[in-house]
């Protein structure tokens, strides 16, 4: 018999991991949902992020918190470089050179640390203490994570539906012609739309670095998971992000506890791979 | 009969083929005159290009980008290798049987994923979450061997046997492998070009132009898209089997990981995707920048990497078809400057043969 608090602090821990997959999935979702390219270097964008904010720690001692204002920016500056070098020449091309370009930038990014930082196991060593609510404990630095990756996610929402350039941008998205004719530079809301997307792994490469440990190839622990819930809530649906990311995390986290964590993963694949099959739109998507 | 001969030799004076022929007879030569390390380069320049060479049949001639075939040269690194440990049966004889089991792997998993019309960017997902699953399996799949367990997390490791014995698929010098090797490449270049120029390959490069079209003009597609995906299956096993022999190591992280997908699709297209001999130079440029970076600078430096990345980035943005029309050119340039020999005084026919 299991304790009923036990799969309670279970459940909790997954809606915790799955809050912030829900972030890393939403910047995924804006750049495919605006220009259809599948960003692969997504998670390298986390690691960057998590690197900054270490060496702002254990350099100047600057609290990972505040370092949400500078890591992320620098994911956005990077990304929109690269939008503008990269991928702008690219998006007449076939799909399949779009996608091979941000493999360059995945490789790049992963050996450019790999060779300032090394392979270590490097962690900001911060404890911002657990709290207990009766028999569950939370760890402050997750709490703190989720709510702040859910506020994220609620403002990029908000920012998509009620501020014009966030309308522009779904213009975009769903006719890019069209949006054309109405005045808007596709060109501006690309970059626009990578920025967007790279910043929303900075702000989540900051958060994880509170609690998780930092090596050059951690994006990719988290990216599959992230390409897992893009299809599961939709493709360029932030709403389907969202959801499927809380899925996702209780997935993760359950199938971890009632099967063993070494299974996790398959077991996230093979719901991905039925998704694929049977509903590629996604539980909440529509036709595109 | 001697006529045909004749024609054959004279053939030989325009320096386009004796140009090719000289080309040939270094490269079989080459082991006799390179020390141990640069073999070694050019064994892994030859498997990255069978690698290569088999993902560019679903990916370069079909237009499907498949990560599936990591998993294929690690099923069959890990059949051979474990028929012979296991059973002690010959890896040449494991080769075929993962040969068989990638294909069918591959109609499985084609079946599947082209059934239900996955195309582009989610056939990619698709196959990329296959080989994690697959990857993941092996990792927790162990096999007992005399009380012990093999496999796992842990590898496995291909008994060493004493001497050379080209039964037991080993041998001590480097250079028995360099010639395994190129033969693999030699025939997988001649079946990618048997297909390029027939009705099969005119359906695959059909199918990646327009599938709409292709299916319009009574073309199969769901089935010539598992065709295609089972030849690359089958062409990508041997390089399985042929790694496990000559590292005599695998394990899921090296022969089962998407980066080595990763790794086909890069040196396919940085040559030249959906021609015969892009691989080929898309390995040949690579290869040898990657494995001198490391050996100057040490394997887990990072610097052989970001070069491939700036690599990938130039070529994605400024060159999409890959390096092969350099190629082509000087090919052409260095055939065009060399003198024609003439033969028996037969120059009208050399001529006209160039």
């Given at each position: 018999m299991v304790e009923i608090t036990l799969i309670l602090q279970v459940i909790i821990g997954g809606l915790l991991l799955g809050s912030i997959y829900a972030l890393i999935a939403s910047g995924l979702d804006v750049i495919y949902g605006v220009m259809?390219?599948?960003?692969?270097a997504h998670g390298e964008f986390i690691m960057l992020s998590m690197y900054v904010s270490y060496w702002l720690f254990v350099l100047?001692?600057?609290?990972p918190l505040i370092s949400l204002a500078i890591a992320p920016l620098i994911c956005f500056i990077i990304g929109a470089i690269f939008q503008k070098l990269v991928i702008e020449r690219v998006l007449g091309a076939p799909i399949f050179i779009q996608t091979f370009a941000t493999f360059g930038l995945l490789i790049l990014l992963q050996n450019i640390a790999m060779f300032l930082w090394k392979e270590d196991f490097r962690s900001t060593g911060i404890s911002y203490g657990t709290i207990a609510v009766g028999d569950i404990s939370i760890s402050i630095p997750r709490l703190i994570s989720s709510i702040g990756c859910l506020v994220t996610v609620g403002a990029l929402y908000v920012f998509f539906s009620k501020t014009k350039l966030g309308m522009a941008l779904r213009a975009t998205s769903e006719k890019r012609d069209v949006a054309k004719l109405m005045g808007v530079n596709i060109s501006y809301m690309y970059w626009l739309a990578f920025g967007i997307g790279t910043m929303c792994a900075g702000v989540a490469g900051v958060f994880i670095s509170t609690f998780y440990y930092l090596y050059p190839t951690v994006g990719s622990v988290f990216i599959l998971m992230a390409f897992v819930i893009c299809v599961l809530g939709g493709t360029g649906n932030l709403l389907g992000a969202l959801v499927g990311g809380l899925i996702i995390g209780e997935v993760e986290v359950l199938s971890a506890f009632f099967i063993g964590p070494q299974w996790k993963e398959v077991v996230a694949m093979i719901i991905f791979v039925i998704i694929l099959l049977f509903k590629p739109s996604g539980l909440f998507g529509g036709r595109k | 009969m001697r006529v045909k001969l004749y024609e054959k030799i004279s053939k030989l004076s325009s320096p386009k083929y004796y140009f090719l022929l000289i080309l040939a007879i270094t490269t079989i030569l080459l082991p006799l005159a390179l020390n141990p390390f640069q073999v070694h380069v050019l064994v892994l320049v030859y498997i990255y290009a069978i690698l290569a060479e088999s993902w560019n049949i679903i990916g370069?001639?079909?237009g499907q980008g498949s990560f599936l075939n990591a998993a294929f040269f690690g099923i069959a690194a890990y059949a051979s290798s474990l028929l012979f440990i296991l059973y002690g049966i010959s890896p040449w004889i494991g080769m075929f049987v993962g040969a068989f089991l990638s294909v069918l792997l591959a109609i499985g998993a084609g079946y599947l994923c082209f059934r239900f019309g996955l195309k582009g960017h989610f056939f990619f997902l698709a196959s990329i979450g296959i080989t994690v699953a697959i990857q993941r399996a092996f990792i927790n799949w162990y096999w007992p061997v005399n009380g012990d367990l093999i496999g796992g997390a842990y590898g496995v490791w291909v008994p060493v046997i004493k001497g050379d014995s080209l039964y037991h698929f080993?041998?001590?010098?480097?250079a028995p492998y360099y010639y395994i090797a190129l033969a693999i490449l030699l025939a997988e270049l001649y079946i990618t070009y048997k297909i390029q120029n027939s009705k099969l390959g005119y359906y695959f490069t059909a199918i990646r132009d327009d599938e709409d079209a292709a299916e319009s003009l009574g073309i199969d597609t769901l089935k010539y898209k598992i065709v295609a995906f089972a030849i690359s299956a089958a062409l990508t096993a041997p390089a399985g089997t042929f790694y496990a022999q000559y590292f005599l190591f695998i394990d899921p992280f090296t022969v089962l990981t998407d980066m080595l997908s990763i790794e086909m699709v890069i040196v396919a297209v940085i040559g030249g995707?959906?021609?015969?001999?892009g691989p080929v130079i898309g390995a040949m440029i690579l290869r040898p920048i990657m494995e001198y970076v490391r050996a100057f600078l040490g394997a887990r430096s990072g610097l052989d990497l970001i070069i491939t990345g700036l690599i990938i980035i130039f070529i994605a943005t400024?060159?999409?078809?890959?390096f092969i029309k350099w190629f082509e050119d000087g090919y052409n340039y260095i055939a065009g400057h060399l003198p024609t020999i003439h033969v028996g005084g037969e120059k009208e026919r050399a001529h006209s043969g160039s």
């Open positions: 259809e390219v599948i960003n692969f100047y001692g600057i609290d | 370069g001639y079909s080993q041998f001590r010098g480097k995707m959906g021609t015969i001999f400024l060159r999409p078809r890959g």
